[in-house]
């Protein structure tokens, strides 16, 4: 099949990034990646082009860049973002980059539903458990947390990209009652009181913790679906996922496809999951229109979610593609895994055996490939260059 519409890749600082540019590349499409600095990948051989541009803090100055390139095209671009801040981005300028893109969105806003608090607002058409949540600024919270959430639970903002952006983290643990009163300080202070909420911490190993990406269609059909199922993450326990296996696991899907279709959602969903380790009840921790990390792992075994998202920006029949089956495929990002395993082997987390029979399994990289290795070689020497930054500024302070 001949593809006439090139891609346009927006972020490329991210294993979904890299995922994104192989699988297309290997379809032969041609690809153009743009971002605000130069990659730690550097550029895949799947690349025709890759562009610097300003900041997405400078939203006019970058939509005329973007709108002005869509325009040399002769058969509009498919445009994708492979990161999250890149998707936030896209999200909020649809109307303005249809005129020059393709995308399978149809309007501004489209995804703003599940990110951050807003996905309470789905609560209640399927029977769906998200954890429980106190907003900040709700009346007697010293009584109300420990009675009803109890500690440690999570402080959290319905704009986790700003809340990241001022405090470095995602969220804040709350160990006690004095470090609640701290943080409660702390939000007033900085004007966060009514954009944040607390939320009750699930409990339970990282075998208890899931992934589920699945893809919708028109009309919010499911088209395809792959869960997965975390051995490692870093940093632990509130870190990304370092390494995880696919696995089957239907309860996800009874659980996601109600509460999604009723949303009348298109295209692409990345969720969390998490099963209480008392009540054995599996919770929704977030579900965000982005590609997965683990995306190269959903290609290799057939989920090929860029492909699929292409098409469907195109208007084209999207193939039903649902691994109801383990396939005893693991995923890793290497560089995260190496830390995580130093740190639960020191903690006595875990031991050498249960590690190395881990490892048997057939892997997917995060960064590497045998048919496209500069990414790979470019980003050892990237962290090699780090790493000996770092050794030097330690040696310096001596």
Not at 38 to 46: E, N, Q, R, V
Not at 97 to 117: D, I, R, V
Not at 203 to 228: D, I, M, Q, V
Not at 348 to 363: A, E, H, P
């Amino acid at each position: 099949m001949e593809f006439k519409h090139p891609a346009v890749v927006l972020g490329t600082d991210s294993p979904s990034s890299l995922a994104i540019i192989r699988n297309l590349g290997r379809r032969k499409i041609d690809i153009t990646t743009i971002d605000s600095a130069p990659s730690p990948y550097g550029i895949s051989k799947y690349c025709r082009e890759a562009m610097i541009v300003p900041s997405v803090n400078e939203e006019e100055h970058l939509l005329k860049i973007l709108s002005d390139y869509g325009k040399n095209f002769g058969e509009k671009p498919v445009l994708f973002a492979a990161t999250e801040e890149w998707r936030r981005f896209l999200d909020r300028h649809l109307n303005e980059l249809k005129n020059y893109y393709l995308f399978p969105m149809a309007e501004n806003g489209a995804s703003t539903l599940f990110f951050g608090k807003n996905l309470r607002a789905l609560e209640d058409t399927a029977p769906t458990l998200i954890p429980e949540r106190i907003d900040l600024n709700g009346d007697d919270l010293l009584r109300q947390v420990p009675l009803l959430l109890g500690y440690p639970c999570l402080l959290k903002c319905e704009d986790t990209e700003d809340f990241r952006e001022k405090f470095g983290e995602n969220f804040l643990l709350i160990k006690n009652e004095s470090d609640l009163l701290d943080k409660l300080h702390a939000m007033e202070h900085h004007g966060y009181t009514s954009r944040c909420f607390i939320e009750t911490l699930v409990r339970g190993p990282e075998g208890h913790e899931y992934s589920a990406t699945f893809y919708y269609g028109k009309n919010s059909g499911l088209k395809g679906c792959l869960t997965s199922e975390t051995i490692r993450k870093y940093p632990h326990p509130f870190g990304k996922i370092s390494y995880s296996k696919q696995k089957w696991i239907p309860e996800l899907v009874d659980l996601a496809d109600p509460l999604f279709k009723e949303s009348g959602f298109r295209g692409l969903l990345e969720t969390k999951w998490k099963r209480d380790e008392f009540s054995r009840k599996v919770y929704l921790l977030s579900a965000e229109p982005i590609f997965s990390e683990s995306t190269e792992m959903h290609c290799h075994l057939g989920f090929e979610t860029p492909y699929i998202y292409y098409l469907d920006a195109l208007g084209e029949d999207i193939p039903e593609t649902f691994l109801d089956h383990d396939t005893h495929c693991h995923w890793k990002n290497k560089e995260r895994d190496l830390s995580a395993i130093y740190h639960y082997v020191k903690n006595d987390q875990m031991n050498f055996v249960k590690i190395i029979s881990d490892y048997k399994f057939r892997k997917t990289n995060s960064t590497w490939a045998w048919d496209d290795m500069a990414p790979g070689l470019n980003y050892f020497g990237h962290m090699a260059e780090r790493g000996v930054s770092a050794l030097w500024k330690k040696i310096r302070k001596r």
